[in-house]
């Protein structure tokens, strides 16, 4: 086969998670049914996480200013990327948040579970981003809870 397939690296997957820093949600919307909505609810309600919506509709979700894209937030420091957008759109999700990555000082892009590029994730890793993907980080908290906290 001699395909090389991204592995995920626990310590980004730790790091991530218990950084206090903000994740954009992109995909989210104020459609409770869509996976998208949960997760980001239990990253900002449980883990306490700052999130910033990102969605064509740029609707306020979980009392959090949305936006049309990763152009139209304001400079700030964002920690993660967090892509809730099918496999064959996620490309342009990771180019914008490359494009962006200085601007608003971006460490991670986070592809969620079943949403998968290859070629995405490797122009992020070029670009120095870290790169989750494949995985949900409601999957891969009870693991880093259960390897115990550290700050």
């Not at 820093?21 to 869509?34: A, F, P």
């Not at 601007?103 to 870290?130: C, N, S, T």
Request: aromatic letters at 6%.
């Amino acid at each position: 086969m001699g395909t090389l397939r991204h592995q995920n690296d626990p310590h980004l997957i730790r790091e991530l998670l218990m950084d206090p820093g903000i994740w954009v949600i992109v995909g989210l919307s104020t459609n409770e049914s869509r996976h998208a909505w949960s997760v980001s609810r239990w990253l900002h309600v449980e883990l306490g996480k700052p999130i910033i919506p990102v969605h064509p509709k740029a609707e306020t979700v979980h009392g959090a200013q949305g936006y049309a894209s990763l152009a139209d937030i304001p400079d700030q420091d964002l920690k993660v990327i967090d892509c809730f957008v099918n496999s064959e759109h996620v490309g342009a999700v990771v180019d914008e948040a490359i494009e962006h990555k200085d601007r608003l000082l971006i460490d991670a892009v986070w592809l969620q579970a079943g949403v998968i590029d290859e070629a995405a994730a490797e122009r992020a890793r070029a670009a120095g981003l870290g790169v989750v993907m494949d995985t949900c980080p409601k999957i891969e908290w009870p693991k880093i809870r259960s390897d115990g906290m550290y700050r």
